[in-house]
């Protein structure tokens, strides 16, 4: 993981691009008072651009709000380095789980101490920032400073259930249990009807806004898992 991090960290910011500053992660277009208008994504952007042209993601989350007019995929080729690194946070985690079986204590030390040094990675990275620091929290981007407030905050709501669940037995798992049978049916269903009331409506582009109304459709799709696991739907493939 360390490979990854550093090879991410290594384009993302000693990489020169053609017209923008070296290490430069913002939007273009109109951000940063619009000195940048064509460094949209920085090297992640660059790289995407040079290699696949224009059949790319045409229509980024910052297209509207700064009217860039480069095309920037979210999920292109340098943002698969700190993926992995989510994707092994999350290994680590069911790791620690499958392996201390017979020490519960043990195995909720390990996830609440993983989520402390992944917290602090992220404030120092960001310096407590929500965009400004050495590596600003970017879901775009995908930072590494991003994975590391994201990876903290799963391993502590991991730990949280785990000692809810598992160490106390105050809860038996669900909804989530019933939400994990229908993983499928559930994602394919929050994509098709992404845009639709009661999972979407029109609000104001703040965080506290976007926010509670993310937090509004994932219960409504819990509630969908639980109705269906009642019926004992399951779709799988």
């Given amino acids: 993981m360390s490979l990854f991090t550093g090879l991410w960290c290594a384009i993302t910011f000693a990489m020169p691009i053609p017209g923008c500053p070296t290490g430069y992660l913002g939007a273009g277009g109109l951000a940063d008072d619009g000195q940048y208008p064509n460094c949209t994504g920085g090297a992640a952007g660059y790289i995407d651009r040079l290699i696949f042209g224009p059949n790319m993601y045409q229509h980024p989350t910052c297209k509207a709000l700064y009217r860039?007019?480069?095309?920037?995929?979210?999920?292109?080729?340098?943002?698969?380095?700190?993926?992995?690194?989510?994707?092994?946070s999350g290994v680590l985690a069911g790791h620690i789980i499958v392996t201390n079986k017979s020490s519960r204590g043990g195995t909720l030390i390990k996830l609440v101490v993983l989520a402390g040094i992944?917290?602090?990675?992220?404030?120092?990275?960001?310096?407590?920032?929500?965009?400004?620091?050495?590596?600003?929290?970017?879901?775009?981007?995908?930072?590494?400073?991003?994975?590391?407030?994201?990876?903290?905050?799963?391993?502590?709501?991991?730990?949280?259930?785990?000692?809810?669940?598992?160490?106390?037995?105050?809860?038996?798992?669900?909804p989530f249990r019933s939400a994990g049978k229908n993983p499928l049916f559930l994602y394919v269903g929050s994509y098709i009807l992404y845009n639709y009331f009661p999972f979407?409506?029109?609000?104001?582009?703040?965080?506290?806004?976007?926010?509670?109304?993310?937090?509004?459709?994932?219960?409504?799709?819990?509630?969908?898992?639980?109705?269906?696991d009642c019926k004992k739907i399951y779709y799988k493939i």
């Fill in 200 to 228: 979407n409506w029109a609000t104001s582009e703040t965080h506290g806004a976007l926010m509670a109304q993310s937090i509004v459709g994932t219960i409504m799709w819990v509630l969908v898992g639980l109705y269906l």
């Fill in 68 to 88: 860039t007019t480069h095309a920037y995929d979210p999920e292109g080729l340098l943002g698969c380095l700190t993926g992995i690194i989510t994707v092994y």
């Fill in 118 to 174: 992944t917290l602090v990675l992220g404030i120092v990275l960001s310096k407590g920032s929500l965009s400004g620091g050495w590596v600003p929290i970017n879901k775009n981007l995908w930072t590494i400073s991003y994975v590391m407030i994201t990876s903290s905050s799963a391993y502590f709501i991991l730990a949280l259930l785990y000692f809810l669940i598992d160490f106390q037995g105050w809860c038996c798992g669900s």
